[in-house]
């Protein structure tokens, strides 16, 4: 299994201020949210290995045959795993998975970006209120909080957004 690893194309800035200047902090921009220190100091190389090796378990996983309940229904993924996809998609990052078809469940191929952008904006906003910069790396290893969905949203999220995805003519 080999997966490409991008950085997407920067957005231009918008402003968060609202009309009377006061600040509106948005708990799903990604760039609010605190990550713990041994998350947020991991070096790109170690980040694409750490992602590398979590493609590499979902697809163990063999989550293709399930359907979005049966991957909702359990919580078997780590708070500190998902820490580490979020920081993937907080670095603009993107992924390429050859045959993604016999990848992902079929039912991921419905959405597009905009409706898997607003989940992965729901699971950024559950982060903000349950996940502290201080936590430790064991901490966060004991707290299964987030589903196979969770992590199916942003992996494919990932896919789609790389670069080579259009070329391909997945789209």
């Not at 997966?3 to 918008?14: P, T, W």
């Not at 948005?26 to 990550?35: E, M, Q, R, S, V």
């Not at 987030?146 to 999220?157: E, F, G, K, Q, R």
Request: glycine share 2%; net charge negative.
């Amino acid at each position: 299994m080999s997966c490409n690893i991008a950085r997407r194309a920067k957005k231009l800035f918008r402003s968060r201020r609202l009309k009377k200047g006061v600040y509106h902090y948005d708990k799903t921009d990604p760039n609010n949210l605190k990550l713990p220190l041994n998350i947020d100091n991991i070096g790109d190389d170690t980040m694409h290995n750490v992602i590398s090796k979590m493609v590499e378990k979902y697809q163990s996983l063999n989550y293709k045959n399930f359907d979005r309940e049966q991957l909702d229904k359990y919580k078997e993924w780590d708070d500190l795993q998902l820490l580490l996809l979020i920081k993937f998609y907080k670095n603009e990052w993107s992924i390429d998975i050859e045959n993604e078809k016999d990848f992902f469940p079929k039912f991921i191929f419905t959405y597009n970006p905009k409706p898997l952008k607003a989940k992965i904006d729901s699971i950024i906003s559950y982060c903000y209120d349950h996940i502290n910069e201080n936590d430790t790396k064991e901490e966060l290893e004991k707290s299964f909080s987030w589903s196979a969905l969770d992590v199916t949203y942003l992996l494919h999220y990932f896919v789609i957004t790389h670069p080579e995805y259009e070329e391909n003519g997945s789209i």
